[in-house]
């Protein structure tokens, strides 16, 4: 039997665990036959540091997963799911193309103008083959030294840094 949980006098089917986390574990759930992501946080004030997160990166016009359900009882923040890959996973595979790159610089221009800086490792956003989504929810004051420009580009390039980054989140990039 697939087991199911409680959300908003909703039951969703648990597909699958996509990895647990410190502070949460992230499943992929239906209902009815619609797909959603899922976050079960272990605790409150983690919850509520990642809602508020989201809140602030959507203020900032950063283009994330829409935001289903909140349940602020058991935890559980519930999105949408973007059918696509890690560009991470991407970028093993082969060069990307130039409308991911335009998509990492459309988010950056809106971290830039509202003084911040996300976390540009490629394995936090998600391409669905049409637009670029930020996946992680951390970000930080701007800071020159760790912006796109000046650090986090390197790694969305086939560079020594993008490679070797790569091989550390377990790609064979010689296949």
Do not use: C
């Not at 036959?33 to 989201?54: G, Q, V």
């Not at 935890?75 to 082969?94: C, H, M, P, R």
Request: proline share 2%; charged share 30%; hydrophobic share 40%.
């Amino acid at each position: 039997m697939q087991e199911e949980i409680k959300i908003k006098h909703r039951l969703y089917k648990i597909i699958s665990l996509v990895k647990s986390h410190q502070y949460f574990d992230s499943f992929v759930v239906s209902f009815k036959s619609k797909k959603y992501f899922m976050r079960k946080y272990k605790d409150t004030p983690s919850f509520l540091a990642s809602l508020n997160n989201y809140q602030q990166l959507k203020k900032y016009g950063i283009n994330i997963p829409k935001l289903v359900a909140i349940d602020k009882k058991n935890n559980i923040l519930l999105f949408k799911y973007i059918d696509g890959e890690l560009v991470s996973n991407l970028l093993a595979k082969e060069d990307l193309k130039d409308v991911v790159f335009d998509g990492i610089f459309l988010i950056y221009r809106f971290a830039r103008f509202s003084k911040i800086d996300l976390n540009y490792m490629p394995e936090k956003y998600m391409f669905d083959g049409k637009e670029l989504y930020y996946v992680g929810e951390e970000f930080f004051p701007a800071n020159k030294d760790k912006n796109l420009e000046n650090f986090g580009l390197r790694y969305w390039l086939t560079s020594l840094e993008g490679i070797n980054h790569l091989e550390e989140l377990g790609f064979d990039i010689n296949k």
